[in-house]
């Protein structure tokens, strides 16, 4: 996932939009990256996605919540896994 989010120095720039910061400790260290302004409906946008309901559930605790956050991470699997088939 994080291979789909840029690191610092190859963002886009724009004057609009928002940047999105992900990072996961690895054995290496840390795996970062920035999204900016990411498509509706792309990978990168449901991982943003995710991440809000994530953030919704923990606030609320709304079963709701929680069910967006599953579904939006089997999707993002299911594409994943596709891609590397692809490979």
């Given at each position: 996932m994080l291979k789909d989010i840029h690191a610092d120095d190859e963002l886009p720039f724009g004057i609009d939009g928002e940047t999105y910061y992900f990072s996961m400790p690895s054995t290496n260290g840390e795996l970062a990256g920035q999204a900016w302004s990411p498509r509706q409906g792309s990978r990168v946008g449901k991982f943003v996605?995710?991440?809000f309901s994530m953030k919704d559930f923990c606030e609320r605790k709304r079963p709701a919540d929680l069910k967006t956050v599953a579904s939006l991470a089997r999707e993002i699997i299911?594409?994943?896994e596709a891609d590397n088939a692809d490979e």
């Open positions: 996605d995710m991440s299911q594409e994943t």
